[in-house]
């Protein structure tokens, strides 16, 4: 079972920052943050990952609180390309498994 | 490289007909990856193989499912007999392996009807 709890649907508007939430209050300290997104009839596609560092790549923002609980993907100007589902994933290290949860659908608007 | 490549992309068949998807990996990558996603269940991993060998089949749901990975260049999973429930689009993804960066790269999937 997915380890992560997400809001199952967001708005945002064009341009404006989009802040996904989740929820991974059980996360082992040995277990990573992954963020997938799905754009509708493709595949889903990796966004960024960590464990308990910001991090900061050219697609996202991914805060991860203190205490590792909880964390936050920002898309920091979203665009109408971005609206899709995106999955927060938890993710052992030494394990190659990714299992999916019910992600968050985003819808951004013009 | 061309990335994940599935086929067919899609495949409408009866009940009771053999099914067989078929997936090339990314060139280089050790891990492989099926999976099945529906409205119902989401997202499912059936299986996955490391250098073409089975790692894990518990996400395969019976024995009318196998999956096979004669080469690292290619993968199947046949369906036998088929049912109306089997009804799904099935993704392969390949990724380079263990690791703390495990990105997975998915292909487009392969949309399964069965009438």
């Known amino acids: 079972d997915a380890k992560t709890t997400q809001p199952p649907s967001m708005d945002c508007a064009e341009g404006r920052a989009a802040n996904l939430p989740c929820n991974h209050s059980?996360?082992?300290?040995?277990?990573?943050v992954y963020w997938y997104r799905q754009i509708h009839s493709q595949g889903p596609q990796y966004i960024i990952h960590?464990?308990?560092n910001n991090e900061t790549n050219e697609m996202a923002s991914l805060i991860i609180t203190e205490d590792r609980k909880s964390s936050t993907l920002i898309l920091p100007h979203a665009t109408l390309r971005d609206t899709a589902v995106y999955y927060c994933?938890?993710?052992?290290?030494?394990?190659?498994?990714?299992?999916f949860g019910t992600g968050t659908r985003l819808q951004v608007f013009p | 490289d061309a990335g994940v490549i599935q086929s067919p992309r899609h495949e409408v068949t009866e009940m009771g007909q053999e099914v067989t998807l078929r997936c090339k990996p990314i060139?280089?990558?050790?891990?492989l990856f099926w999976y099945r996603q529906t409205m119902m269940r989401g997202l499912e991993l059936l299986i996955y193989?490391?250098?073409?060998?089975?790692?894990?089949d518990s996400g395969m749901p019976e024995d009318r499912f196998s999956a096979k990975m004669p080469n690292a260049s290619f993968s199947t999973l046949k369906i036998q007999p088929s049912e109306p429930r089997d009804s799904a689009v099935y993704f392969c993804?390949?990724?380079?392996?263990?690791?703390?960066?495990?990105?997975?790269?998915f292909g487009p999937g392969t949309r399964l009807t069965v009438l």
């Open positions: 993804a390949s990724s380079l392996g263990l690791g703390t960066h495990n990105e997975q790269f």
């Open positions: 059980t996360i082992s300290g040995n277990e990573y």
């Open positions: 960590g464990l308990k």
């Open positions: 994933i938890v993710r052992v290290v030494d394990t190659d498994k990714l299992i």
């Open positions: 060139s280089g990558h050790d891990y």
């Open positions: 193989f490391n250098n073409n060998v089975p790692i894990d």
